[in-house]
Every structure is written in C-alpha cells, then in structure tokens.
C-alpha cells in the first residue's frame, strides 16, 4: 500500500518541474550537442526497450509515434509528444502495468533526458510569442466596449450564445470564439440596438439609456433641472405661501421653486463681513466651504460693501453690517418684502400672447402719480350704536428726506349711492348735522416698529388732528383749493368720521404731490384705520407697499390679462416732463438695482409649462438671473448648450406649430383667436429656421460617426474607410431612406464589422516573431486588464509611440490601469474563471428545499469574491493574501450569513480581522465553497480535487471506467466524509481519491453554501483533521491554509502566474514560456508577492509585445 | 442569381474581390449549404415525395445503468424502463447496440467524450479547439440549401465555460460542428429560434451593410496571418451565407410537386427570455422542431435537451441532485429524470407521425436520432446508448434491434456514412469509418 502511494506522490511532485514549479533553477542548461550525443546513447537504447514496441511507427498506439524520433534534430522538430510523454512517465502511467517495468536508475535516466532536453527547449524558444489565433470579442469584452464607447449600461449580448474556453481555460481564446451566420444576424440586430440608442444633437451624437426620443428630451430636462438646482432652492412653495402671488388655473400642483436662497449667502457674507481682512480670495474661500456660487456672494459683497447710496439698500446695508450669519433669517425675510413688492409672477403657458407677458416673473413697479384714498365705513349693527372711525392718513417723506414732498389730498369727502357728496371740510365746519365737534383723538397704538432702530419720519412727528382751518391752504401759505388740504411730508393727519354722519359712506380722496411744489418730490401716502389696518412696517423711512394680483379669467381655457394693486405705493411727483420726474428716475434706478441683486427666482425650474390647460410652448426658459448672477462662464455655456440640445432633440419648434394649429382651430371665431393668431408668424419663422438647423447638422452627424468609428476600430481606420463609411450612408440617402434612418444603419454597420467584432493584428513582415503596433499593444493592454478597448489616455500615447518606446510608459499605463476602477473587469473575468466561479450569480444548482435561503444570497457571495480580487488588483495586494488574507468585503446580508455582527445596510464594507470568524482567502469564499459542493450536500471530492487541479495544477490519472456509484442522500449514522471514505477505499479510487480526498475533508467545516458547521447534515460532528498526501497532518481551514502557504507555495503561486498568463496571452501556456514563468517567481519572492509584480513582467514579456513572424 | 438592380454592381464587386484574394478557396463550410461549386445535392425522394428530415437529441451523462437495453422486433419489442417512454413507437424504431465511438475513449472523461459524438473526429486537447464536422451539418451543407434555414442547432442549457481535465467544456456542450474549428452556436431562447425560422427582419439595407462590412474585412485579410485568415473567412462566410439567405428569401415554394402541409407557424411565437420551467422550455424546443420540420423550414435540427456534466436540477422530478450528481448516484430520481427526457423524444415523433404527408407520415419521412456520450453516470463509453425512430422515407425499416456489439464494425462513424446515403451524399470515408451499417 505504501510503496505506490510514495511513487506518486514523488512522481506528481516531479510533474511540476516542467511548468509547475522549477527546482534546477540555477543548474547549468544541458547543450544540444551534450543532450543529442546522450539520445544517441542512453534515451533511444531505453525507448527501444520500454515505449517502441507500442508506440512504433506501425503500431502508434495513442496516437504516439515514438520511433520516428531518430536523431535529436527529429525530436526538435516536434517537442510536443515529448511533453506528453513526460507527464505519462512522471505520472507512473507508463509503461503500463502489465508490461516491462525499467528500474529505478532506468526511469531516472529516462525522464532526467527528457526533462533536460525540455529546459534547454524552453530556454532556446524563450518568448515566442506562440500561437495567438484571432480574437472576436467574447461576449463580456463586446458588452464592457460597447458600453465603454457609448458610455451607457447597455446589455446588447444578453441573448447571444455563451462560449467556451480555450487556453489555459479562459473565454477570451481565439479558437474558442466561433462565428456562424446565425451569430452574424444577432451582431447585426445588437448593431441596430445599440444605434437605436444614439440621440442626434446640433454638433453630433452620444448615446442614451433609453431608445425614446421623449426619455431623451427628458434626460436633457433633468440636466437643466440639476444644473438649477445646485444654485436655486427648489423646494416647491406651494400656492398661498409667502411668495404665492402665482396666480394659476384650478389646482395645478405647481409651487414657486428655483428661488434665491437668498439667506444661505445672506450669512457666508456675514460671515466675510465679521473677518478682518476681505480679499477677494477669501470670498472664493466661503462660497466652496459652504458651496455657494462665489460669483454672486461676490457680487453680493460688493454691493453690500460699496454702491452708490440706495434709498432701498441705505438701511440694509447697516442692519448687514451688524449682523451675525444666524440673523441672516430676518435679513433674508426684510429682501423678501421689498421681492414681493418688485415682482410679480404670471402663467408661463400664456407667454408669446397678443397682449400678454413676457416673462414668468416680471418686474412691477409701484410707483405712481395719485392714489386713491378709499375707506368705506360700515354701518353698525342693528339695535348697537356705531363707534366713530378714526382713520390716520399716513404721509412719509420715502425715505429720501423731506424736499419737496407737498402732498395734496384732494377734497376729502364721505360719498354714498344717490346721495349728495359730504365734504370733510364742511362736516369740520360743522356745516353738516353733526353737534359733536371732532376731539383730538389720543393716538391708540405706538408705532409698530419701535423696536426697529430706524429713522422713520412719520412716526416721530405727532398726528395732527384735522381740522376745518387746515383747508385751502399751502404750508407755505398760498391759497389752493377750499376743500383741498396740502402738507409737508412727514405728516400724520388723523380724522376722526362720527358713526352718526359717516356710516355707510365711503370716505374718499385722491393723493398726489402739488404740482407747483412737489413735481420732484417723493412720498408714501397710506389710511391706516384704527383697529383695521395693520400699521405698516416702517424701514428706512418707507415701508412696503402691499401688492394684489388679479386675473381676469376670459374663457376656461385661455385666462387672460392681469390686474396689479398696490395699497401704500410710492407717490412720486409728475415733475417737469409729464410722469417723469427726477426723483421717480432716482427711485427706478435705485429698485432696478435692487432687483438686480434679489431676484425672488432665478429660474423657471418647471421648464414645461402646466400652469394652462393648453399651451402653444413646449419648454419655457427663463434663467437669465440665474445665468447672470450664480455661473461661471463654463456653466453658463453649458447650460446654453443644454437648451440647444433640447430644442433639438425633442424637435419643439416643429411640434409648437402643430399644437398652435390645433388650437388656432378650436378658438376659431372666439376673441382669444386674436391674441393667439398674433404667435403664428413669429413660431412659424422659428420653425424655418429650425428645419434648416436640422439640415445643417446633418454633416456633423456623419462625421461624428466616423470619429467615432475610429474609436470603434481601435487603431485599425484609415482613410479610404472613413470614405466608405460615408459612402454608405450617402447610398441609404440616395435611395431616400431620411437621415435618421441612414445614420443609424451606417452606424449599427460599424458594429458588426471585423476591425470591431475581431482583434486584429498584422503579422509581422519577417518569418522572425516582430513586435506588434503601439494601437495593437495598447488593446493587448486594456484587454488584458480592462476587457475592453484603450480609454483616451492610453490611446494617445500609443499614438504618439512612447508605449511601444521601452518600459517606462508601458509600465506607467498599467500602473495606472490597475488602479482604475475599471479593473474590476480583470478580477471577474480573469480571476472568476480562475477559481471556475464565474458567472456563479445565476447559479441554481442548490436544491431549495435544502437550502433555500441561497437564492438570495448568491449575488451577495459572488460580489464579495469580485470585491476580493478587485481589491487585490486595484491595491497591489500580495498573492499570498490569496490563502491568507485577513480581510474580506460584506455587506449586511452576507456579514449574517457569516455570523458577524454589526455590518449594517445594502453597502460594501472592507471586514478586517476575518480569520477571527473562520474566513479569509479564496478557500474560505462562500463562492468556492458552494461552487465546489452538490446541490444537497457538501463533495469532498470536488473541494479537494479543485484545490488540486485548479490551485496547484496538479493533474490526476483518469479516473477508471465505470467509477462505482454515490448514493444521493448520506446514509444514517455517516458524515459525508465517512460516505466518501467508504467510495474512495475501493482500490480502484483509492489511487486519485487519496491524493484529492483529504483536502476536501479539511473544508468540511463548510457546509454545501459555504456556511460555517459544526456539524454535518446528518446531525453528526464534523472531522476537519485530514492527512495531506505527504503525510503532513493539518486540521481543518487554517491546516489547509498553512499547508499550501508553506509546502507548496511556489506550486500555488505558480499555478496562478500560469494562469494569469494564459489569460493575457489568450493561448496555452507552452514550453517556451517556462522561463518567463521561472522570471515571475524571482521577482515576486524579492517583492513581498505583490500582484503587479506579476502584471508588470507579463506585460513587458517578448510573448506579450510580439507576434510571430509569417510563415 | 437572383438580385435587385440596386445590388447587382455590389454583387459583382464582391465575387471578383473575393476570387482575388482566394477564400473561396479556403472557406471552411458552416451552417450552411455550398456557396459556389457543387450543385445542390437532391435527396433520393422523387420531386412528388416528402423530403427526409434528419434530427438529433443529445442528452449527456447517460443512463441509468442496465435500463437501456432493447430485444426483440416489432411489436413485439421489450424495452427496458428508459426507454419506455418510446414503447408505443417501437415499431418505427431502430435500436443500435454496441456501437461506440472510439476517438471518445482517447482522451479523459466528459469532454473528451462528447464533442466528437457526430462526427468521430479525433478532439484536440490542451485549451486547443478541433473536432471534426457532425453529421447534421454535412447534411445541411449538402442538403439544406433547399430551405430557408439550412439547419436549427438548439439547447436547452448554457454552455459550459471552461477547461475540464485538459480538454475545453465547449466539448461538453457541443455535439453540432459547423467545421472542425466551429462549434455552432446554440440557440437557447425558444423565441429566436422561432424567429430565424418565421420572421424576414432582413432587408435591403441590411444587405447593403453586410457588402461593406465583408469588403472592408477583405481589406483586412492580406495582412494578418494566415491563421488568422482562417478565423476570419469563419466571419467572412457567415456574412456571405447571410446574404445570401436574404437574396433566397421569397425562393422558397419553387419545390416541383410536393408541397409542405403547413405555410407558416400554427403556434404563436414564444415569450422572450428563457422559461424559469425546464420542462416548458424543452416542450418548445421540440414544438420548434416539429413545426420547422412541417413547414419545411428546415429539414435538419439537433437538440442538446441537456450538456455532458450537466448541473441542470429537475426538482420537479423529485431529484434534488444537478444531472451530473445524479448520474453517479445511479438512482431511481435519475431514471425518473432519463424517462423524462426520452418522454421529449417520444412526443416530437409522436407529433411529426400524427402529420400526414400523402401516404407516410413526417415522422416516416424522417430520422430522429437520440444518443448520449456514455452509457451510464460511471463514464463507459465502450457502448453508446443509440436509437433512431422515423423511417427516412421508406429507407428505414423500424421495429428492429441491431446488435453490432462484439462485431469489428461497430463505429458510430459507420452510422453516419449510412445516414448520409439516406440523403444522397456518399461519402467514401466520415470521421474514423469507411464502411457503412448493412443493416441500416
């Protein structure tokens, strides 16, 4: 029993001098001379005695033809049998049992030639670029391309045929990728797919997720919405609310938003104003720290900090001075004031109307010349005696001091219906019925604003009583009107009306400055009536007038005209040029400026006009305060260009007219038909010269194809196919297919052509191997660590020759490429298939009655691998992390699964100190656990056969024909492990099974979905202590883990190199490969393992930078 | 030839670039029917007769041990319990014992036993990819370019990736080959193969992008290797035989006497994707076949119902194991799931023999083949599981058990050379067999 068993395990060992792992590095290569003279004398003479009789010429049994091999010169021509039989020799399977066996010193000599003769084969085919057949992307690497150049998710190879492997078992081999006309039909529908994605713009095309073109305006929408956001504040202000004068139709959800978030940047400029030195750096300073547009914190500053003087700023201005950023809030709602009085709001969907608005926010202004004074005074109650009014004419001086501010009231008088007017001079006479002369009334209430440190004029003067003497008279003495009063602002006439006379009148006059006088004067005229009126709020001597906004509703469809009020407006003299006096000039420049700065929005964040039933305008603009005061000029450009594409692409200056005609025709003989028919000339003109727009774009369109083919084709356009390229589309439009439709096949075209679909490679012009071209390099490059073609960093600098120009560059490209995010592509398609857990998230081979809690984690575990390697790649980890690392990615799910706690949510974390948990590395993955194991229950076999053949690349005989059965379910009373032990000891088995069995036992710690266990399905406790086929005795995980960390280190480590090697090359690894591998090992062991070390050896190899030469 | 006057120019054009350059030459064939050269090969059916259809269904890790097995003749035929699903056909069966495949038992286990099942090749190991070409696409090459389609290569499980004890898995999961170097893709999605046999997607234009993209790739082929050109005329003929299936479109119907009793499908076209039900996706699968066989769509289709090392489960069956567990466990959850899958041949024969075509039926006017790669779970293939219902047209006589084992010809290959004359293509040699079954 034990003497076979020591034969193989010393023969396997011996296996893995060739590839596997070297142990003459260091012994002098043999010559060919030295090594043909041995043929001659040793090798051919024990051929002739042990192999020939088989493998003769005429027998040639399993295809091997030894006698052929005369002299050296014939074996050199054909080394490949001499592999194969080394592996037959090392494994023991030949000479087959029942023929004659050489001795010991036989085979040693024997298979001692064959191996020299291989080393000194390698070393003098050393970088031959090998065999690389030509690649069509496999599936992944054309979905990763795709979405690469078009830069959206897009899944074209869902429904294409999966493919096999070829090389060192990776889907990336040339002759593994098939094509057939059935596949070409499927290249060609993904080609429409995908140009069905594209979305035409005024200067070319970029491709979206969606194939509508309305989700397409709606993408260019939600970039306009977001570029709005960042500076406006887009919290929706439903209707009613503070800045609710938006007067709209029915219950139309649309609230007031893309507003100034004025107190944001009302407190970083407090916050500038309390620092001692302000530069202009340091206003660029707050506005990143509390992400505001420094622009308008700039312009903020400045004219909070300087600025001619401003009857509306003055005051502002000081209260800014003094303030903390948490008083920000009052300033904020003091600008909101004067915002609501400054502006008003209107339908968007009524602009471009005869008559109508132009903006969705417009300026309003309430200066004036008159105001109406109005106050009706209601009758008492029946059966109550009434109370006498007392109404307070309020006059101010604006704020601007008292020069020239004569006010006229003009004949006061109480008016009711079919009755003679009552003027208040003849009622103060006494003139009327009235007996109770009119007492000075006690002023009722203090100023409202006398907490406010203001100047305010009118309240520091006494309220002057009315009384008959004060008519007919100037302050400056001059006669006027009898029943008129003058007087000099400030002022507070106060008139007591008797309930007796006055109920059920209307108290009635008109104010205006005198004309003699006042023409530049300026003043704020308001009747406040005791216990009925608010007082108005006093700021810099004026207040805020109150504005109302009516519309007038013509028809359910189409609301019409607007009609603004103003109580308490500023009364400005009609001065020398009719209404346009000095002082209302002053003041309009002084509420321009003012309304510069504090726009209550700074866009129509709303975009599609719903405020109407029915509206002519698709999309309305309006973000000039936006575009003025917050961007940069990339910004502004930007977001210009963003409206060009939406105009563009969702083709509103054509469909505006359509909408227009339809509506032409339903007011067709009402009066709205006017208004409405008065936008046809300018929409139409519009639509003509957006037609011509189109037909412009039309040759931007094909040549950004053809730029963009360039890229598709990775290095392989020329001109002559650029030309035909064009040429065919202009065949589409010859035969009148419309430019959209020839543009989308000429570009589905250059999805299915080869220079896409296929890697192409010139073949070197010498039968000698030629290095390969800095583009064919650089795709070597990316689809080796990317899966997918150059980005633009690596493109350029093939193109100008410094990656094909030494090391340098090459090797600072893949530094860079393996820090990229991108090389998660490498961890799942190299490493997954590696490890043969690709593709493992689909994976429905448990059975959910036993476990049915996998289906939902396996997306989770196969994450958590990806992760591993991506982390590995992308970090420059040591491959000895590989078995030992301490540190896994979890999120809450699978940390459950795991048994830890504390992993909280759908997120990745990086979990340090895993081995505490009995995890760590790729023999602890739930992946390669459950991947490795039945559907019921957990296979030793294949856990252990799977460490074997796939982390060490040890290759086991054939396991013999009719290899006795399992049972399904393990009987009562064994383990799975006692199961296996019962199988493997026929001796039959007992010959691999005691080489790959052991291994699997030590992971029988982990259940059939990888789950941690203490005991086994059948209740029974679990025996981890194995027995390695060397005799070493290890328990469990970690024993297995130390195992293969300190015995076969360099099997494991070279095993991976080959691996990895494979997969860049897309080929087997072959003889002459050996010394690049042995080259790898060097350089790891003196560089702590990193994996780049490997990369960067691979990518810089004669096998990775050549081709062969023609034959 | 037959061609718009638009395309004619092009047409010409890219005859005399492709001359130039030689690949007509070196075209390997796939799918598909010869381009230039040989007439088309007729079958030894008179005009006025049905055409014989040749089918394959594959399912890979065997059987049950000691459950295929067959004696008798006619009526009187006893079948063992996998095949008992076939019992009421037994009179239109012919059961092959003893054959086998010796190329099969050259290499390991698995993949090494089922990529060269039709075609007796030996395969290639060592991550490199040969095989040789099957028989069902030596008869659509010679035969196929009467119809629309000149074959259907459907499966109802992925494909395999990988490399098992040195040989690909593309092995395992492919039993068609177009050429020595082409697995054909497989067909997964039940709606796109009904659509390459009912919908005519292809247009005009599409014919216009296809002439620029094979001239561009000539352009290509003079400067790459010529082992690369290889690979490439795999993408050059595709595109031809896809033009040129768009230039046959509309040909069809100019048969002389017999007609197909069915013009278009009577089933509607399948929902997208794959069924979550294994046993809804593999009924389509052979509703698919049956319907391309009545339309005359195609008259050649394989079937892989599963892949050799299949993880596929069945626990609908009340086998909880995957397909490959379960042949090892050898058990009555894996009979149940072998009885299955012949319950899939059962009823695409049942089906073409309820077709009446004049005095036969289809399934008389065809051959449906059912073959594994191994006998049972334990990977022997020193005997393959073979049988073959259908009549091929009066040419096949059924209710028979022919035993070839112990007998020095007892190659599968042989089988096919026999196959292949039922379709008027003699071949002197086919994968490792010059000599043909007398019986068959």
Not at chain 1, 992 to 1021: K, Q, V, W
Not at chain 2, 266 to 273: L, S, T, V
Request: some cysteine; charged content about 25%; proline content about 6%.
């Amino acid at each position: 029993m034990t003497a076979p068993r020591q034969i193989i395990v010393s023969l396997c060992t011996a296996l893995h001098l060739l590839l596997v792992y070297s142990v003459v590095a260091g012994a002098q290569p043999q010559t060919f001379d030295s090594l043909g003279a041995r043929y001659d004398q040793e090798t051919r003479p024990l051929l002739s005695r042990f192999c020939l009789e088989c493998h003769s010429t005429d027998a040639k049994e399993g295809d091997l033809d030894l006698e052929r091999f005369a002299t050296l010169a014939d074996v050199r021509q054909d080394t490949k049998p001499w592999q194969k039989a080394f592996e037959m020799l090392t494994l023991g399977e030949m000479p087959p049992e029942e023929s004659d066996q050489p001795s010991a010193d036989e085979r040693d000599q024997l298979l001692g030639w064959v191996r020299q003769y291989l080393d000194a084969e390698a070393l003098a085919q050393a970088g031959d670029p090998g065999p690389v057949v030509l690649r069509r992307l496999n599936n992944a690497e054309y979905t990763y391309t795709v979405r690469d150049l078009t830069g959206v998710e897009l899944d074209p190879a869902r429904e294409f045929p999966t493919e096999g492997a070829g090389g060192e078992g990776f889907t990336n081999v040339g002759n593994a990728l098939a094509m057939s006309p059935s596949l070409l039909v499927k290249y060609l529908d993904a080609g429409k797919k995908i140009a069905a994605h594209a979305v035409l713009l005024p200067d070319g095309f970029r491709f979206s997720t969606s194939t509508m073109p309305g989700d397409w305006a709606d993408e260019i929408l939600g970039d306009i919405r977001a570029l709005y956001a960042t500076y406006s504040d887009t919290v929706a202000l439903g209707l009613g609310s503070e800045l609710g004068n938006v007067n709209v139709h029915g219950d139309t959800p649309l609230g007031l938003a893309g507003r100034l978030p004025l107190e944001k940047y009302l407190a970083a400029a407090a916050t500038i104003a309390q620092q001692d030195e302000i530069q202009i750096g340091t206003v660029e300073t707050i506005a990143l720290k509390h992400e505001l547009s420094a622009s308008y914190l700039h312009s903020l500053w400045e004219t909070l900090t300087a600025g001619e003087p401003s009857f509306l700023l003055d005051g502002f201005r000081e209260r800014w001075r003094d303030a903390t950023p948490d008083e920000a809030a009052a300033l904020a709602a003091e600008v909101a004031g004067w915002q609501k009085t400054l502006f008003t709001f209107g339908p968007t969907g009524l602009i471009g109307r005869k008559g109508g608005r132009s903006r969705w926010m417009e300026a309003v202004s309430p200066l004036v010349t008159q105001v109406e004074l109005r106050y009706a005074v209601l009758p008492a109650a029946e059966g109550q005696e009434g109370a006498d009014t007392i109404l307070d004419i309020v006059i101010t001086d604006a704020g601007d001091g008292n020069e020239h501010d004569f006010v006229l009231l003009h004949q006061p008088r109480l008016v009711a219906a079919d009755m003679p007017d009552i003027l208040l001079s003849d009622l103060l006479q006494g003139g009327a019925d009235t007996n109770a002369p009119a007492d000075p009334a006690e002023p009722t209430e203090e100023p409202p604003t006398a907490t406010e440190p203001v100047e305010a004029a009118w309240h520091c003067v006494p309220p002057v009583v009315l009384d008959a003497s004060m008519f007919g008279k100037h302050p400056d003495g001059h006669e006027i009107d009898a029943h008129s009063l003058c007087v000099h602002a400030p002022a507070v006439i106060q008139i007591r009306l008797p309930a007796a006379s006055t109920a059920g009148r209307e108290f009635v006059s008109t104010a205006s400055l005198d004309p003699d006088t006042g023409a530049e004067g300026s003043v704020q005229v308001l009747p406040v009536v005791h216990g009925v009126h608010p007082p108005p709020v006093i700021r810099s001597g004026l207040f805020t007038p109150e504005m109302s906004v009516i519309y007038s509703v013509v028809s359910s469809i189409f609301s019409d005209h607007q009609t603004v009020r103003f109580r308490g407006a500023i009364l400005t003299g009609k001065g020398l040029a009719g209404e346009n006096s000095a002082a209302r000039r002053r003041i309009n420049e002084a509420m321009d400026e003012y309304r510069q700065l504090f726009p209550p929005a700074l866009c129509y964040t709303q975009i599609v006009p719903v405020d109407e039933v029915v509206t002519v305008l698709f999309h309305f603009r309006e973000d000039d305060h936006l575009s003025r005061l917050m961007l940069e000029d990339a910004q502004r450009s930007r977001l210009d260009r963003l409206w060009t594409e939406l105009q563009y692409v969702s083709e509103s200056p054509l469909k505006q007219l359509d909408t227009l005609e339809l509506q032409l025709e339903v007011v067709l003989g009402n009066p709205q038909y006017d208004s409405i028919v008065a936008m046809r000339e300018p929409l139409y003109a519009r639509g003509d010269e957006f037609r011509q727009e189109l037909t412009d774009s039309e040759p931007h369109h094909l040549e950004a194809l053809v730029e963009f083919a360039t890229r598709v084709y990775r290095g392989r356009m020329t001109e002559l196919m650029a030309e035909q390229l064009r040429g065919l589309y202009h065949q589409f439009r010859d035969h009148e297919l419309p430019h959209d439709e020839a543009f989308r096949l000429t570009l589905a075209r250059v999805f299915v052509a080869s220079p896409f679909l296929y890697r192409l490679e010139d073949v070197p012009a010498e039968t000698e191997p030629g290095p390969v071209s800095g583009a064919e390099l650089a795709n070597r490059l990316s689809y080796f660590l990317w899966s997918s073609l150059p980005d633009a960093e690596l493109s350029a600098a093939a193109e100008e020759g410094r990656v094909t120009a030494g090391d340098t560059e090459l090797l600072a490209q893949t530094q860079r490429m393996l820090h990229d995010p991108r090389v998660r592509r490498l961890a799942t398609e190299f490493a997954c298939q590696y490890l043969h857990i690709y593709d493992f998230d689909p994976l429905a081979e448990k059975s959910e009655t036993h476990f049915p809690e996998f289906a939902d984690l396996r997306g989770d575990m196969y994450e958590e691998s990806i992760l591993f390697f991506t982390d590995l790649f992308q970090n420059d980890g040591s491959l000895l992390g590989l078995l030992n690392a301490d540190h896994t990615f979890v999120n809450d799910r699978l940390a459950d699964f795991y048994g830890i706690q504390g992993i909280e949510g759908d997120v990745w974390h990086r979990l340090d100190g895993i081995q505490q948990h009995g995890r760590g590395g790729i023999l602890a993955l739930a992946t390669t656990l459950a991947q490795q194991s039945g559907a019921t229950r957990t296979s030793p076999i294949l856990r252990g056969n799977w460490v074997s053949e796939v982390l060490l690349g040890e290759r086991l005989p054939r396991p013999p024909k009719d290899v006795p059965q399992l049972a399904d379910t393990v009987p009562e009373g064994l383990t799975e492990r006692q199961l296996i032990e019962l199988h493997s000891g026929q001796p039959a088995c007992a010959k691999c099974h005691e080489r790959i069995d052991p291994i699997g036992f030590a992971l029988e710690e982990f259940d059939a979905i990888g789950r941690r266990r203490e005991t086994s399905a059948s209740g029974l406790p679990i025996d981890s202590h194995t027995r390695m086929p060397d005799g070493t005795e290890i328990e469990g995980l970690s024993g297995l883990r130390d195992y293969l960390l300190q015995t076969r280190r360099d099997q494991f480590l070279r095993q991976f190199c080959r691996k990895l090697l494979g997969y860049a090359l897309a080929r087997e690894v072959q003889l002459s490969d050996k010394p690049l591998l042995d080259d790898i090992m060097e350089k790891l062991r003196a560089n702590d393992y990193r994996v780049s070390v490997a990369v960067e050896q691979i990518v810089t190899s004669d096998q990775f930078r050549k081709a062969r030469g023609k034959e | 030839m037959k061609t718009s006057p638009i395309m004619s120019s092009h047409h010409f054009s890219r005859r005399t670039f492709l001359r130039g350059v030689g690949v007509t030459m070196a075209l390997p064939w796939l799918e598909s029917r010869t381009v230039w050269g040989d007439a088309p090969v007729q079958t030894v059916q008179p005009n006025n007769q049905a055409p014989v259809r040749f089918g394959a269904l594959f399912s890979g890790n065997g059987f049950r041990s000691g459950e295929w097995w067959a004696k008798g003749a006619g009526q009187e035929m006893e079948l063992g319990k996998v095949l008992a699903p076939v019992t009421d056909l037994r009179e239109k069966l012919t059961v092959f014992n003893g054959l086998f495949n010796a190329e099969a038992l050259k290499g390991n286990i698995h993949s090494s036993q089922t990529g060269n099942l039709l075609s007796g090749a030996p395969l290639a190991s060592g991550g490199e990819i040969r095989s040789g070409t099957s028989v069902d696409q030596v008869i659509a090459q010679r035969y196929g370019r009467s119809t629309k389609v000149p074959s259907l290569v459907l499966g109802c499980e992925r494909s395999n990736a990988g490399i098992h004890k040195n040989y690909s898995m593309l092995y395992s999961s492919h039993i068609s080959w177009s050429s020595p170097t082409t697995p054909t893709p497989l067909e997964l999605y039940p709606a796109l193969a009904f659509d390459r046999l009912f919908k005519d997607g292809a247009t005009r234009s599409d014919q216009s992008v296809l002439d620029a993209v094979l001239a561009e790739a000539t352009q290509f082929r003079r400067n790459i290797s010529s082992m690369d050109q290889h690979k490439l005329d795999e993408y050059l003929n595709s595109v031809r035989e896809v033009e040129q299936r768009i230039e046959r479109a509309g040909d069809n119907g100019e048969l002389q006497g017999w007609r197909p009793t069915l013009d278009g499908p009577n089933m509607p076209r399948p929902a997208d994707g794959i069924p979550q039900d294994l046993s809804e996706h593999m009924r389509l699968m052979c509703d698919i076949v049956v319907l391309a066989f009545q339309t005359d769509t195609t008259r050649v289709c394989t079937l892989k119902l599963n892949n050799d090392h299949s993880y596929l489960r069945f626990p609908e069956l009340d086998a909880n194991e995957g397909h490959h567990q379960l042949s090892h466990n050898n058990d009555d959850a894996y009979l149940r799931v072998n009885q299955f899958f012949l319950e899939q041949y059962a009823y695409i024969a049942r089906k073409l023999d309820e077709i009446q075509e004049g005095e036969r039926t289809a399934l008389d006017n065809s051959m449906i083949m059912y073959c594994s790669s191994m006998m049972s779970g334990g990977h022997d293939a020193g005997q393959l599981p073979v049988v073959v219902v259908g009549g091929a047209g009066g040419q096949l006589p059924g209710g028979r058990v022919l035993d070839y084992a112990g007998q020095p010809n007892r190659k599968m290959a042989s089988l096919f050379l026999s196959i292949l004359d039922k379709y008027g293509i003699r071949l002197d040699e086919f994968g490792d067999s010059a000599e043909r079954l007398d019986e068959v």
